[in-house]
Each structure stands twice: as C-alpha cells, then as structure tokens.
C-alpha cells in the first residue's frame, strides 16, 4: 500500500513556473514507476508524464514536451513536477500516481493509461491566469 499527497500547487500567471511535489509513505517507493496526470472540469483525465524507478528514463506528452521536467529522490521518497511556461490550458487539478507493475506495456516502459497506476495522490489544484 503506497499513500502519496501532492503539495505545492497554486494560482500563477502565464508564463510562471511552478513546482509540485509528491510524497510517499512506502519504504519501496524504489519499486514503482511514477506517473503525473491532470483533469480539467468537464475533461477525462490526461496523461502528463512518467518517469521510471530508478529515475533514469521520463517520457511526457506532447502538451507538455520541453516545458515540463519530472524527477524524482528514491531516498527522500519524493517525485516532482516542475512546470514552466505555464499556459492557461494547464490549469487543471494535478495527481501524482504509481505504478507497481513495471510493465512493458506493448513494448513501452511507461504507460499513459490511467487504469495501469494502482495508487494515486488526492490531487493538487493548478490555476494559471493569462
């Protein structure tokens, strides 16, 4: 059982940065893959990116290429999202998620399905003003 919760979230302008941290109570924290997602009102929820267990490997989607980096600390037992160049089109309610299984998900390390993450954060609310 892996319990995770997001802090750091926020109002910012575009074109701010913001970083959002995501903590877990597991002792083998090490042992899973971690994801971020965002849901916006009326919207299913989104894949934003993933990073693997040791940290080694992210992908992201393309929304969020080159402007948001995922890293994480196995020993503080953290994951963070640091996101720049916000756009109002990120405002979205943030969650950190994990993944046990480790994959290959068709090939792929890293899966974008929000049905493959067994233990999720309760969300963290990102408002971005234009």
């Known amino acids: 059982q892996v319990q995770l919760i997001e802090t750091g979230g926020g109002s910012v302008q575009a074109g701010d940065s913001l970083r959002i941290s995501c903590e877990a109570s597991?002792?083998?924290?090490?042992?899973?893959?971690m994801g971020w997602f965002r849901q916006s009102p009326g919207k299913e929820r989104e894949f934003v990116g993933a990073?693997?267990?040791?940290?080694?490997?992210?992908y992201y989607a393309d929304s969020v290429k080159g402007r948001f980096t995922i890293s994480r600390d196995n020993v503080q037992k953290m994951v963070l999202l640091q996101m720049n160049t916000l756009k109002p089109e990120d405002t979205a309610v943030y969650y950190c998620?994990?993944?046990?299984?480790?994959?290959?998900?068709?090939?792929?390390?890293?899966?974008?399905?929000?049905?493959?993450?067994?233990?999720w954060g309760q969300g963290i609310q990102v408002t971005v003003s234009s």
């Open positions: 998620a994990a993944d046990q299984f480790l994959g290959p998900y068709g090939g792929n390390w890293y899966t974008n399905r929000s049905s493959d993450y067994e233990y």
């Open positions: 990073i693997d267990e040791n940290g080694d490997r992210t």
């Open positions: 597991s002792s083998t924290f090490f042992w899973y893959s």
